[in-house]
T-cell receptor
Framework: DADVTQTPRNRITKTGKRIMLECSQT?????MYWYRQDPGLGLRLIYY???????NKGEISDGYSVSRQAQAKFSLSLESAIPNQTALYFC?????????????FGPGTRLTVL | GQQLNQSPQSMFIQEGEDVSMNCTSS?????WLWYKQDPGEGPVLLIA?????ELTSNGRLTAQFGITRKDSFLNISASIPSDVGIYFC???????????FGTGTRLQVTL
């Protein structure tokens, strides 16, 4: 079984709709991250969390919110989706005890906002 | 903020050829990570480098941590079709709580 799972894998929605993307991990890592990937722009950090009570904004948090429901679960919400939020979204985890902040990624969610 | 520049942006090579790509930064990094992303999948960690000058291999892949700590190199020997994908470099930033990713090198392998 995969260590980091994301649901759904693909989603098409309309402008103005509320969308939630979910991430679960079985790695036992405290740290979790949400990234967005656009063609030619690499990975950009949206939000990250170091434990259940910790939430931090990344470089592109506007228009997004997150919830860390448990150590193993970290969800990303788009309160009112807009077309320029069409992208690939990745969840990642890391163990703070490992030097260099090596991160492990889920398979991604492809989101299309019409 | 810190930026990582990867070169080349894309490569088209024939099966069996060796590949070299690099990643440069205007700032010093204490760790370099190399990831590969297959089409439709998330990035997978290939190699981690922790010390300037370090040379580390993973099968046909070899990565080096530059002496200046501002660059890193990834080489792939005897490429095969499954090497196709996007290769990203990354390094911890801030209080090492976040990673900065390069823009990637897209590798295409022809038979």
């Amino acid at each position: 079984d995969a260590d980091v799972t994301q649901t759904p894998r693909n989603r098409i929605t309309k402008t103005g709709k509320r969308i939630m993307l979910e991430c679960s991990q079985t790695k036992g890592h405290d740290r979790m991250y949400w990234y967005r990937q656009d063609p030619g722009l690499g990975l950009r950090l949206i939000y990250y969390s170091f434990d259940v009570k910790d939430i931090n904004k990344g470089e592109i948090s506007d228009g997004y919110s997150v919830s860390r429901q448990a150590q193993a679960k970290f969800s990303l919400s788009l309160e009112s989706a807009i077309p320029n939020q069409t992208a690939l979204y990745f969840c990642a985890t890391s163990d703070p005890g490992v030097p260099g902040n090596e991160q492990f990624f889920g398979p991604g969610t492809r989101l299309t906002v019409l | 903020g810190q930026q990582l520049n990867q070169s080349p942006q894309s490569m088209f090579i024939q099966e069996g050829e060796d590949v070299s790509m690099n990643c440069t930064s205007s700032s010093i990094f204490n760790t370099w990570l190399w990831y590969k992303q297959d089409p439709g999948e998330g990035p997978v960690l290939l190699i981690a480098l922790y010390k300037a000058g370090e040379l580390t291999s993973n099968g046909r892949l070899t990565a080096q941590f530059g002496i200046t700590r501002k660059d890193s190199f990834l080489n792939i020997s005897a490429s095969i079709p499954s090497d196709v994908g996007i290769y990203f470099c990354a390094g911890p930033t801030g209080t090492a709580s976040k990673l900065t990713f390069g823009t990637g090198t897209r590798l295409q392998v022809t038979l």
